[in-house]
Structures are given as structure tokens and as C-alpha cells.
């Protein structure tokens, strides 16, 4: 069972432009939403961060909006770059007691020059 | 990666042999995970350790597969017997208590079984 729902599978998007990843959950307990990205070969790493005390998390370019209410969070990427060609996880878990990541299936985003 | 380091990077492995992957986390982090990431696909949750202590172990298979973080050196994922299937990256991931959520992931050991 998919804990935590992503889409799309893959996106390609203009350099310049604006990329839009969504996820959607069931488990109202959890309380933690990371986005993870990941180059070829590597590990993931920790993108941004947000718990739904908030609507919104913005850092640089990478902004994750949060609706409680529809179970709902996106990542969006401002100003995409070629260099942003990578993987995106996201990912929930519940703040108390076992700290395991559930984690969608992953977005290969491309962005074009 | 934050410094959680796991080798081997690569490991090549014969169908029924044993496969030992090996992970030291970020310096002065007690909690390790172990996920599994198929080709093409997110990763997987398998085991949650604390030191010498296994707290959840809901995704770990039933046969072949066992971890350990001892109280002195690296925690170990052990497959034993592998087969074809096993093939996957394996990644390591630690935290500390005072991280909160953080989890911070190594680069990954990848286990090819032909």
C-alpha cells in the first residue's frame, strides 16, 4: 500500500519555468513533509522541509505549499535550472515514536535549456 | 550527504552467496534506517535501529535479511543466500534524537546479484 501518492512520474519543464510536483497522503498522524532530491548514483538529499502547522515554506527557488484539509502537499521549483535535472522524492512520517520515511515513487524531472 | 557513509559503494554477489553492506552515520547520530530503493522506484522503509537495539523491523523481509548496530562500529545489513531480486541500492539513513525528523542519507551501496 502507497503511503504517500506523487505525481507525475516525470516532468519536463523550460529552463526558466516553474515545476510543479504534487503528493497526496492518507495518514492523518503524520506530521512531517520532506522533499528529497536525488542525482544519478547518489543518495538522497535533504531538499525542504514543512509540518502543517503552515500553508507554506519557501527557500530560494523551492517553495512547498501544504493543504491539511485535502491531505495535499506540492513542490514547486521557481526559475528552473538544467542543474535541477534530478529525481524528487517526497515523503511523510509522523513526528513521535519511529521516524521512518514513507516516500512517493519519485518525479525525474528534466529541465530543457 | 551529511556524512552518513556506507560501503561498499558497489558489491557484486553470485546467486545463494551472502552480501554485507555496511553503514557508520553522521558522527554523534544513534538512530540508523536502512531503505531500499528497486530501479525506477521510490525508496522503501526496511529496518529502524538504535544502538544495540532494533525498534522496527515492519519492512524487512522475513528470510535472508537481518541488521544490527552494535554498540561499537558500523550498523550491518546482512542478506543472506541473495537471489536476482536482492538487486537494489541499499541506502543507509541516521538522525539524532535532537534532529528531530532530519534524516540524513548516505550515497548508497549497490548490490548487483548475477
Known amino acids: 500500500q502507497q503511503q504517500v501518492k506523487q505525481s507525475p512520474q516525470s516532468l519536463i519543464v523550460q529552463k526558466g519555468g516553474i515545476s510543479i510536483i504534487n503528493c497526496a497522503y492518507e495518514n492523518t498522524a503524520f506530521d512531517y513533509f520532506p522533499w528529497y532530491q536525488q542525482f544519478p548514483g547518489k543518495g538522497p538529499a535533504l531538499l525542504i522541509a514543512?509540518?502543517?502547522?503552515?500553508s507554506e515554506k519557501k527557500e530560494g527557488r523551492f517553495t512547498i505549499s501544504f493543504n491539511k484539509s485535502a491531505k495535499q502537499f506540492s513542490l514547486h521549483i521557481m526559475d528552473s535550472q538544467p542543474g535541477d535535472s534530478a529525481t524528487y522524492f517526497c515523503a511523510a512520517s509522523v513526528q513521535t515514536g519511529a521516524n521512518n520515511l514513507f516516500f512517493g515513487t519519485g518525479t525525474r524531472l528534466t529541465v530543457i535549456p | 550527504n551529511a556524512g552518513v557513509m556506507q560501503n561498499p559503494r558497489h558489491l557484486v554477489r553470485r546467486r545463494g552467496q551472502e552480501a554485507r553492506l555496511r553503514c557508520s552515520p553522521v558522527k554523534g547520530h544513534s538512530h540508523v534506517y536502512w531503505y531500499r530503493q528497486l530501479p525506477e522506484e521510490g525508496l522503501k522503509f526496511m529496518v529502524y535501529l538504535q544502538k544495540e537495539n532494533i525498534i522496527d523491523e515492519s519492512g524487512m523481509p522475513k528470510e535472508r535479511f537481518s541488521a544490527e548496530f552494535p554498540k561499537e562500529g558500523p550498523s550491518i545489513l546482512r542478506i543472506q543466500q541473495v537471489v536476482r531480486g536482492d538487486s537494489a541500492a541499499y541506502f543507509c539513513?541516521?538522525?539524532?534524537?535532537?534532529?528531530?525528523?532530519?534524516?540524513?542519507f548516505g550515497e548508497g551501496s549497490w548490490l548487483t546479484v548475477v
Open positions: 514543512i509540518r502543517p502547522d503552515v
Open positions: 539513513a541516521s538522525s539524532s534524537a535532537n534532529s528531530g525528523n532530519t534524516i540524513y
